[in-house]
């Protein structure tokens, strides 16, 4: 589109394709009082009387005028049922085309009274003229449209000789353009209302309702006595001879401890003397016996090693009994120490309660170092064999069940443990370290198995036409190891298996899609052996229970379920 523009006037060519909006933009946007709208042929846009009242109540806020430059015959009622100004080129005389049944076929602009145009005159000027300005040489007569800001309305004189139509303005105060801004807000919400709607129906219908269904049935106790041979190398069950095949799981745990040593051991020099050696005879004769050299001799708590052969020769008597004496005997401490320096000591001679002697010694010195006692090898031998082996009975339970299989706590062993010691007892050390290490064994079965064994027990006992095992009493049984030989442990299995109707909870929940809790309590009851049936359904709107068997829980109490509750 092209325009041709002055400081009062401009002239706006519409395109076919052009919007209304465009054209209240152009209007808008243009800086010129007054407008000429050069229309094409077949303009569609203003076939709308909406969009005539649009374009009107733009060019009014806006403090335009506009110009119709058209010679389409359809569009003038219609512009001027609004007030809107025609003319056929932008030369020729604007007016406001008659609507129809109009009494004024040719109301034309009034120009403003300082100009001198009126509506008798204004028809033989150009559209550009009533702008109030002159023409800019070398222009063309279509940049020339104007119009006044309002049409002059008519004196009270005129009135009685004709009828005189409402100003176009005045019909413009009373037009109710709706406001499309709103009307698609409006839409636009109503589209989310609805989407919310049916989502919400969804919901309620299809994802919410659920069924739950309890029911009781009778039970009965039967107890269960076993005695099974788990064996590694049996590939099958063998319920004739209750043999199990089993897998020993092992794990090896080395553990140390370390505990300071309490033994001592005197390195310092050994204390030396002499002691003299009294004995008294009173019967036979000749002189008492020697003693023989390496005799221990003591004195509090002391004892000291004679060196030589101590002989003893009579020196007086005594109520007729003989007193002998002995020449002076070395001696040396038994052991390193000061403590072992004594002076004018009594003795007594080991093996000898007819001898006494008396000495002193001195040259014992103390040099004390920790030695590895015994008593420490087995004190850390102890803490060893009090270790918790919780986290190893747990391991081996869990490699188990890693592996299918059921864990028999009952047979966790531990192993001979092979212990060794860093130092040996009377090695000089201040801490000895035991190490040990021992193979923990646990075996498993397959539970299946299990089921097989404690069924084949309960076989002569029920009527398995009728009955079955609801629990088979395997979580609370009591089991003992018995006698072990090689890799077979004989195992005995103590426990109460609870018996009642077989109902298969998978059936249940076929049969109850989509029936009334009326319905669904009556077939089930029709059971032997079921007591009472609970149904209960939610949300509180849910009539029935659902169709999809996912969404209805069985649960039933005394009663085998053959292919689960969920």
Known sequence: MATAASNSKDTIYVDVDDEITTIIDKVRSSSARVLALVLPKRASVFQSIVNMKLLKRSADE??????????EAGLMPLAGSVG????????SKPEVPPTAGAGNANQVVDAEEDDGYTADNAGDRAVGDLSGE???????AIETVDLPDEPE???AADEDEAPA????????????????????????????????IVFGLYICLAILPKAAIAITTNTS?????????LNPSAQAVDTSQNVIPATAQQQQKTTSQQVA??????????????????AQKCSGSGNPASVPAGTGVSTNGLTFITQETTVFHITSFNNGCGIFSSDATSITAQNAGSKYNVSNATFTVAGRSDVTATGSTSGGTDDIIHIVAQADIDNAKQKLASQDTNAVKTSLEQALRGQGLYPLETTFNAGTPVITSDNNAGDQADTVTVTQAVTYTMYGVKQADLDTLIKHATDGQIDPSKQSILNDGLNSATMSVGNTSGNTVQLTLQTTATIGPDINAADIKKQAAGKKIGDVKSFINAIPGVTKVDVHLSPFWVGAVPGKTSKITVTITGAAQTHGSN
């Open 84 to 91: 809107l100004y025609v003319a056929a080129t932008p030369s």
């Open 134 to 140: 002159a023409e800019p040489v070398g222009t063309s």
């Open 221 to 229: 106790a039967l107890n269960v006595n076993l005695t099974m041979t």
């Open 62 to 71: 806006a403090k335009k005028h506009v110009v119709l430059i058209t010679t």
């Open 153 to 155: 309305m008519p004196d």
């Open 261 to 278: 040593t309490t033994g001592q051991q005197n390195n310092g020099q050994t204390a030396t003397g002499s002691v003299t050696m009294t």
């Open 165 to 196: 139509k409402k100003p176009a303005k005045a019909k413009d105060r009373h037009l109710k353009v709706p406001n499309f801004n709103k009307f698609r807000l409006r839409l636009f919400l109503g589209a989310i209302v609805l989407v919310l």
